[in-house]
């Protein structure tokens, strides 16, 4: 069966008045710059993506992304490769070259976001709640909270535009959508639905197996058998803080799949990256992660975001003490069981209960 839809309120508002305006804005200006947050996951690669064809094909003017951080995860290397994706590193580009940016999948202010100091918002795209969102001073401001993807805005932009992506486009866009709303299955609303529909001829599928499934390195493996054997499990609600980790995409890949386990309501993860400290939660649809997890937060050098069952944080760690990094995790892991509502329950490792 498939599951309710989120809007069954009014339809929200990437409709073709709005796409009237973005097409206004970008006609005004000669060349765009667009940013997502550090390590872009498909949605923001791929929104990235789609407002770049949108400027070009439906405003005639030119576009650029860039990226801060890196792309680790095999699948989304394996995006950048098959769709042909120049990955610009945001340090390389002369940001007076541009006089247009956006900023898609995420907000100025946020945590996980850089936004060079010199320049001025004119655009956000964006479909998370967090509590540093401010669209004050953003000609061009789009948050829809009930949408399941970034990629999904921009689709339903290009198609009020009458544009035909190209299959790069489309696939990657497509992807986006698909892991963001666990292939439609999550958090989706009526507009995720037609945007997809709207790619689906586009879409190089066969590229989009390739994405899906990619050859892993044994580091994976490894990082994997490691976060395994330090999972706790409490009642129906899974904790895994890993200390130190190659990734921040291995946190919430790992937070995925913990989630997968039967009777599992919720799901905890944190491990530190360089300075960071990345923290991913997981719910069964119908709880709101971002709440539980800022709870969970208050009180951290940190912020977080999420939209419906998945939420995410960044805190920043002072230290490169030991101690401190486990006293963290300690304390996040007291909050988190508070937040879910299951203090002072016994943890148990995974196979405990079994044989
Ligand atoms: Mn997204």
Same mark, same amino acid.
């Given at each position: ?25 970008? !006609? ?11 390590? #872009? ?10 407002? /770049?064809?949108?400027?070009?094909? $439906?405003?005639?003017?030119? $576009?650029? =992304? ?8 095999? +699948? ?5 490769? +098959? ?24 907000? #100025?202010? =946020?945590?996980?976001? =850089? ?28 948050? &829809? ?9 921009? *689709? ?10 190209? !299959?790069?486009? $489309? ?23 037609? *945007?997809?529909?709207?790619?689906? #001829? ?14 892993? #390195? $044994? ?9 395994? @054997? ?17 990734? *921040? ?22 491990? &530190? ?15 709101? /992660?971002? @709440? ?10 940190? @912020?977080?975001?999420?939209?419906? @069952? ?26 988190? &069981? ?9 943890? *148990? ?7």
């Amino acid at each position: 069966m498939n599951p309710p839809l989120a809007d069954d309120r009014a339809p929200p508002a990437c409709d073709t008045a709005r796409t009237a305006e973005l097409r206004a804005l970008l !006609a005004s200006r000669k060349r765009l710059l667009i940013l997502t947050h550090n390590n #872009p996951d498909p949605d923001s690669i791929g929104g990235a993506m789609g407002l /770049a064809e949108f400027a070009r094909k $439906a405003c005639g003017i030119e $576009a650029e =992304f860039a990226i801060t951080g890196r792309i680790l995860r095999a +699948e989304n290397q394996a995006m950048v490769r +098959e769709l042909h994706i120049e990955t610009t590193p945001l340090e390389t580009v002369d940001t007076s070259e541009f006089d247009c940016f956006a900023v898609v999948d995420t907000q #100025p202010g =946020f945590g996980h976001t =850089f936004v060079p100091p010199e320049i001025a918002v004119d655009i956000v795209i964006d479909h998370h709640v967090c509590a540093e969102a401010d669209g004050t001073d953003i000609a061009f401001y789009e948050v &829809l909270e009930d949408l399941g993807a970034t990629s999904s805005i921009v *689709a339903a932009h290009l198609q009020n535009a009458g544009v035909e992506p190209s !299959a790069d486009v $489309a696939t990657a866009l497509a992807y986006g959508i698909k892991t963001d709303t666990a292939d439609l299955s999550r958090n989706v609303c009526e507009v995720d639905l037609r *945007a997809f529909e709207y790619l689906f #001829p586009y879409i190089d599928r066969q590229r989009l197996v390739a994405i899906q499934s990619p050859r892993l #390195p $044994a580091a994976y493996f490894k990082t994997l058998k490691d976060a395994l @054997s330090k999972v706790r499990l409490y009642d129906g609600v899974t904790l895994c803080s890993l200390g130190r980790t190659p990734s *921040a995409e291995m946190v919430a890949e790992i937070a995925d799949l913990l989630l997968r386990q039967e009777g599992v309501r919720a799901v905890f993860c944190g491990g &530190l990256v360089g300075g960071s400290y990345y923290v991913s939660v997981r719910t069964q649809v119908g709880t709101d /992660a971002w @709440s539980l997890l800022r709870d969970a937060m208050e009180g951290e050098n940190g @912020s977080c975001g999420g939209h419906g @069952s998945v939420a995410g944080g960044t805190i920043q760690v002072a230290t490169n003490d030991s101690r401190a990094l486990k006293r963290l995790e300690r304390r996040l892991e007291r909050n988190i &069981l508070r937040s879910f509502g299951v203090s002072g329950c016994n943890a *148990a490792a995974l196979g405990d209960a079994d044989d």
